[in-house]
């Protein structure tokens, strides 16, 4: 069976390229879910993509990864700077963990600068606009 890897989005991400092209650019999550469905295919993997504006839902999605997914990609957006809970339920996931921000957190507010899922991601992209996803999912299939 073709290993799975989950790209999960955290809330407003459903608005990538529609507002704020100055921040986040002008590329969708179709855009993202193209690209790293071409990499998963030419690998061999098979891609599960998901977005939720929803904390739980976004646990639940974790929790299910467990059984099935080979790796996670995971743009949490603002839950980055709050959620304990999503770190704990990474925490629970057992294959590798990329983190992706499409823009450059660590030049905008301080807020944004302090993540709780880098406490468990093996690796970290931020700044790379939508490419980041890219990247990650490349990462992903290096370890698989
Ligand atoms: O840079 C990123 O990818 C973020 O995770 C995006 C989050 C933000 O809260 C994080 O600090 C960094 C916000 C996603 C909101 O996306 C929008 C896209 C277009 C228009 C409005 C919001």
């Known amino acids: 069976m073709p290993k ?3 790209i999960l989005n955290g809330p407003n991400l459903n608005l990538l390229g529609e507002r704020e092209p100055g921040i986040y650019g002008a590329g969708t999550l179709a855009d993202v879910e193209a690209a790293a469905r071409d990499l998963c ?16 839902e976004i646990i639940e999605m974790i929790h299910g990864a467990r059984a099935d997914s080979a790796g996670i990609v995971i743009n949490p957006g603002a839950y980055t700077h709050t959620s304990i809970a999503i770190l704990d339920a990474l925490n629970a ?5 990329v983190e992706v921000h ?12 302090h993540s709780f899922v880098s406490h468990r991601a093996d690796a ?5 606009g939508i490419q980041g ?3 990650a999912v490349r990462h992903v299939l290096s370890r698989l």
């Open 4 to 6: 799975l890897i989950d």
């Open 41 to 56: 295919e030419a690998a061999g993997a098979d891609l599960r993509m998901r977005q939720s504006n929803h904390e739980g």
């Open 93 to 97: 996931f057992k294959g590798p963990v």
């Open 102 to 113: 499409v823009s450059a957190v660590h030049k905008r507010e301080p807020f944004r600068h």
């Open 124 to 128: 970290v992209i931020a700044g790379c």
């Open 133 to 135: 996803y890219e990247l």
